[in-house]
């Protein structure tokens, strides 16, 4: 049994000094939790204000952190006025810490497909490049990583959708919530082939093809450049 956490920390209140960070809502906690407990985990969140001492005890005897960061705040929906700075403040604030403290935790990053879309596409928002900045971060950090970028969020989820993990940084279409919290608790359960990866997440819908193998499907990525360096020089 794993202990997970989660962490959705609001992009707009990144620096607030009030807090270690404001923590927001993922689009995805409630089928991520439910997925957790139905496979023998605990999945454990904090309240909406996180002091640094909360974040510390919820951490301290944690497996994985899944990190997902949010526009969703406790009291609506946030833009944050500089993505990019955004982003460089959640990695020193929340990132830097784990790595000194905890280097051998597990972070799963739930980040966005337009990150590898770039600038010109014409939904890029503040948000993208607080990830792209928050991505760098972490794949430049001590600890295991997987980074998902899911694609459109899909508001259904259908027996023959099969998820498909892809590197190609123009990838597109639809996901479930659902097949999220799969690839989630895959990456969770399976560190040895999901770790120095990223990779973005679709579905696909094809019938009568039973559920997909997603340990095998990324055992089949290719590591990131970061981590392909990191173990050729450990």
């Known amino acids: ?32 939790e439910s997925l957790a407990v139905s496979r023998g985990h605990s999945y454990l969140s904090p309240g909406d204000f996180v002091t640094l001492e909360e974040a510390d005890t919820l951490l301290a005897a944690a497996d994985a952190l899944v990190l997902a960061p949010s526009v969703a705040g406790p009291s609506g929906m946030w833009q944050p006025t ?3 700075e955004a982003g460089r403040i959640l990695g020193h604030r929340i990132l830097d810490r784990i790595s000194a ?12 497909f337009l990150v590898g879309h770039g600038a010109a596409h014409q939904n890029a928002k503040p ?11 972490l794949r430049g950090g001590r600890n295991p990583y997987t980074i998902l970028r899911p694609t459109w969020l899909s508001t259904i989820h259908d027996e023959s959708y099969q ?25 969770v359960e399976n560190p040895r082939v999901a770790t120095g990866r ?3 997440l679709f579905n696909l819908s094809i019938p009568g093809t039973g559920t997909t193998d997603l340990a095998d499907r990324f055992g089949s990525l290719a590591l990131d450049y970061e981590a392909e360096f990191a173990l050729q020089t450990a």
Request: glycine share 4%; no cysteine; aromatic share 8%.
């Open 1 to 32: 049994m794993a202990q997970i956490v989660e962490f959705a920390p609001v992009y707009s209140e990144a620096d607030n000094p009030a807090y270690h960070f404001v923590n927001g809502t993922w689009n995805t906690h409630d089928q991520a």
């Open 82 to 84: 500089d993505g990019e």
């Open 101 to 112: 403290d905890k280097p051998d935790l597990h972070i799963v990053l739930i980040s966005h």
């Open 127 to 137: 948000n993208t490049w607080a990830l792209r900045s928050l991505e760098a971060h």
């Open 163 to 187: 998820t498909r993990l892809s590197q190609d940084p123009y990838a597109d279409g639809l996901v479930s919530r659902d097949s999220i919290a799969s690839a989630v608790l895959t990456a």
């Open 198 to 200: 990223t990779a973005a």
